[in-house]
């Protein structure tokens, strides 16, 4: 005879087939999907949150001093990304560079890569490897299992600690909810979508089952993404793929692509997989562990595949194999005030990550793999004091990171391996402890003052091997201390209006990739380690100026209108210089004489810009969104004594996008241009005129990247309380363009469609 428990279980899953099949909901579940009405008719009030986990505790938006977009998840639904690149792309405020079709690199006020910060569910994901080349990692994270996401401009050190000089992208996961009776609670999802420029087939489901006291969350994806077809119209035919390599009767052979717009050898498949287990203690304690898994299959590396060299494709394979990324995290909650907190916060976490590189030359039998093993384990505590008429936010964080690095040949024809090279020192580790303390208090009612400092501990130890590679240093050891601060103030001199400025200060310390990496970063290029490296600090300053358009019920919903300039400047920068390297300028690197280039701390670097946001309520069902962004960037070279400036590598052209939505009961219909303008050859940076590959020639020859647009239209229509049907068409006009510093051409006309049941 089943026990209890098993009758619930079987209960429940002959609930959901019936749920699934028939459209309806069983009165078992009507209480969440009441809710789910209720969240679709207030679709529209949702433009009015005010509400941000800023400094990783919820804040008024109009208390805080920094520039912030939110991504909530009504908006991933309508807009349907494929991944979480290109849901921030979408969001209008961050750039997004792609080498590959599995790829996508934030750029935020002129940094990206390691000067932007990743953060999941409170723990930083940036690891001792990332580099300061273009950054794919970003893609690891599902947007179908996100309750939110927010983008924090400029410097997040005084909270994060080292890499956050650009901004922070901090990604909020699905939280499990408590049943709030004695009854269980049952809430999921089922979605399937279908993209057509490169055949995506994407999964997805989610389910929460609870009790009062017990919780468990789980979520599922599956995409395989083929083969990406790019658009027909504007005349960059250098954007084509003409011919590809494959492997035929044991010998490498070009064939003729039958349809030069498919970019052949661009698709992948990945898998994320996220489990929450809650356990209630008592009303004010709560402990939670969860798990979260993303891996991709071996993708290709577009851009290198359509590398030429003395006139013919240069490779036959470079593939990245599986990128994994595996994240346990025990978090612990208190609400319990005592002397020291009001509330308590504290994360452990564990984080593995696995990369690889797999690449072989045209018509040649050995094939090079390098591949990266990183065992990152954190400890984060925060909390929150109210101290006299303001709250104090304070923590502590310990993150140590260990570095695996290993090289190896293969034979394709006799299948005989050899060690070679890696691409870092391996067994080296990378470290940093910090303690940070805020405080923000309201000093009269239309007045608020943040100021806060950090120290931060950091070191760094590896090793060479000069096994394959005679290196003139046999290690590298970095220990250095560093103290951050900020100060902010927002002034509302109206219940509506918001005035607001801010200085801050930020640092990025050196990294296993700074400092010991060595690989070619485009043809006739070597990059080789340097270890004597320091860090870099960052000054930014902002102002902005805010305001709130009040809802009118029944005539119109809530608005915002925002504006932010800022300047930032970066400190004893860390930029790709020509080196010496045993006395010596250049070097055999694969049968290729390269320029020897180095991570130099030789450049000052200057980002001034701004950013508007608006959204408008033009009427009860019509809304006006609006993103603009403009950043200018120079660095000079400390290297030849002068103040000669370049541009800056990761400062983006102007971008942005324009966006009319409609909202009325179960149905939203949105139709937005988005915007980039061009860059010329002479803004372009130094090592952006090297990549001649991936960009367009202008009339004298030389490499730029053109302006482009898209028209774009969604829709989404609740079809029954169950059933949600959400359509896209992309690019409707089928333009042909390739991002700024972009290896792979963007899609063509996509037609999107996508199926989500709730229950």
Do not use: C
Request: no cysteine; glycine share 8%.
């Amino acid at each position: 005879m089943k026990d209890h428990s098993t009758k619930k279980a079987g209960r429940i899953f002959r609930l959901f087939l019936y749920a699934i099949v028939s459209g309806t909901v069983p009165l078992f579940y009507q209480p969440a999907v009441a809710q789910q009405k209720k969240d679709s008719t207030q679709k529209i009030q949702e433009l009015g949150e005010v509400v941000i986990s800023f400094n990783k505790w919820e804040q008024q938006l109009n208390e805080v001093p920094n520039k912030i977009t939110k991504i909530n998840r009504t908006q991933i639904q309508l807009q349907q990304p494929q991944t979480a690149a290109d849901m921030l792309a979408q969001s209008g405020s961050v750039f997004i560079q792609k080498s590959q079709l599995g790829g996508g690199s934030p750029m935020i006020r002129g940094f990206a890569t390691n000067r932007v910060l990743l953060v999941v569910d409170g723990v930083r994901m940036n690891n001792a490897i990332y580099r300061s080349g273009n950054l794919q990692n970003v893609i690891s994270i599902d947007p179908l299992a996100l309750e939110a996401a927010e983008v924090v401009f400029g410097p997040g050190s005084l909270i994060y600690g080292s890499d956050a000089i650009g901004g922070v992208m901090d990604f909020h996961t699905l939280e499990p909810r408590f049943s709030a009776d004695s009854n269980w609670l049952v809430r999921g999802a089922v979605q399937a979508r279908y993209s057509s420029a490169n055949n995506e087939n994407t999964i997805h489901a989610d389910w929460n089952i609870a009790g009062k006291k017990l919780s468990w969350l789980s979520s599922i994806t599956y995409s395989k993404f083929d083969d990406l077809k790019m658009g027909k119209q504007g005349g960059q035919d250098s954007y084509l793929r003409p011919e590809y390599v494959i492997r035929r009767n044991n010998r490498d052979t070009i064939l003729t692509n039958t349809d030069a717009r498919v970019q052949r050898f661009s698709g992948y498949e990945q898998w994320n997989l996220m489990q929450k287990l809650n356990y209630r203690i008592t009303d004010k304690m709560k402990l939670q562990y969860s798990f979260i898994y993303g891996g991709t299959g071996t993708h290709p590396r577009y851009d290198r595949l359509i590398q030429y060299r003395s006139g013919r494709l240069r490779f036959a394979e470079w593939n990245y194999g599986p990128m994994l990324w595996r994240m346990h995290t025990l978090h612990f909650l208190s609400n319990q005030k005592t002397a020291l907190y009001d509330n308590l916060r504290i994360t452990a976490g564990y984080q593995n990550y696995a990369e690889s590189r797999l690449d072989r030359t045209f018509n040649r039998n050995i094939r090079n793999r390098q591949e990266e093993l990183v065992d990152a384990v954190s400890a984060n505590l925060d909390a929150i004091k109210t101290v006299g008429k303001g709250q104090l936010y304070w923590g502590a964080e310990y993150v140590l990171n260990k570095v695996g690095s290993t090289g190896s040949t293969t034979n394709i024809e006799t299948g005989e391996s050899a060690s070679s090279v890696s691409r870092y020192p391996d067994n080296s580790n990378w470290y940093t402890a910090g303690l940070y303390g805020s405080y923000k208090i309201n000093l009269r009612e239309d007045l608020t003052l943040t100021s806060g400092i950090r120290y931060s501990y950091n070191g760094l130890n590896a090793r060479f091997n000069t096994q394959f590679i005679p290196f003139p240093y046999e290690k590298a050891v970095i220990q250095k201390g560093a103290f951050i601060f900020n100060l902010g103030t927002v002034y509302r001199p109206t219940a509506n209006w918001q005035l607001h400025a801010h200085v801050s200060s930020g640092y990025r310390m050196p990294n296993i990739d700074d400092i010991g990496k060595l690989f070619e970063s485009a043809p006739g290029n070597l990059t080789v380690p340097n270890p004597g490296l320091e860090p870099e600090y960052a000054w930014n300053m902002e102002m902005g100026v805010a305001y709130d358009i009040p809802a009118i019920p029944e005539h119109r919903p809530a608005g915002r209108l925002e504006l932010t300039g800022f300047y930032t400047i970066l400190e004893n920068a860390i930029a790709l210089r020509p080196f010496q390297f045993n006395g010596r300028d250049s070097l055999d690197f694969d049968g290729v004489i390269s320029q020897v280039n180095a991570l130099q701390n030789l450049a000052r670097a200057t980002v001034w810009g701004a950013q508007a946001a608006a959204v408008l309520p033009l009427h009860r069902w019509w809304i006006l969104r609006l993103n603009a962004n403009y950043t200018w960037g120079r660095e000079t070279d400390d290297a030849v004594g002068s103040n000669k400036q370049v541009p800056l590598r990761h400062a983006p052209p102007f971008f942005g996008n324009l966006a009319f939505q409609y909202n009325r009961s179960a149905f939203t219909l949105e139709a937005n241009l988005v915007y980039n303008s061009s860059i010329s050859a002479e803004n372009l940076a130094p090592s952006e005129q090297a990549k001649t590959d991936i960009y367009a020639t202008d009339r004298n020859g030389k490499p730029y990247s053109p302006e482009w647009h898209t028209i774009n239209l969604k829709g989404s229509y609740r079809v029954t309380p169950v059933f949600v049907l959400s359509l896209g068409w992309e690019n409707m006009t089928n333009q042909r363009y390739r991002p700024y510093s972009s290896g792979i051409v963007a899609a063509g006309s996509n037609l999107v469609a996508s199926l989500r049941a709730t229950f």
